[in-house]
């Protein structure tokens, strides 16, 4: 069974940073482009970043320069941060696969940012 579980959210001030972890299991991030996506109060959810399978990152324009997406294959991890936080990034943040699957979907972690 695919699960991907995220954490490091939480409530940071605006300027701040965090760092968001995607674990996954039943599969290999490896073999597959992954990415992150959030999803702000009232919105649909949106894609940020993504890494290819070769590692060739691609990051939205709404937060280039900002956030960086990494992964480490031996712990199956991907990586997401974020630095220069805005009231704008506040949401739910999940991963999944670049062409996502309604299945792999978490629980996501939410981001709060706010003075």
């Known amino acids: 069974q695919v699960q991907f579980v995220e954490s490091g959210g939480g409530l940071v001030q605006p300027g701040g940073s965090l760092r968001l972890s995607c674990a996954g299991s039943?599969?290999?991030?490896?073999?597959?482009?992954m990415a992150w996506y959030r999803q702000a109060p009232g919105k649909q959810r949106e894609s940020v970043a993504s890494i290819s399978s070769s590692g060739d990152t691609f990051i939205a324009d709404a937060v280039k320069g900002r956030f960086t997406i990494s992964r480490d294959i031996v712990k199956n991890t991907v990586y997401l941060q974020m630095n220069s936080l805005k009231p704008a990034d506040t949401g739910v943040y999940y991963c999944?696969?670049?062409?996502?699957?309604?299945?792999?979907w978490g629980q996501g972690a939410q981001v709060t940012v706010s003075s």
């Open positions: 999944n696969r670049d062409r996502p699957v309604r299945e792999y």
């Open positions: 039943g599969t290999s991030i490896r073999f597959y482009a």
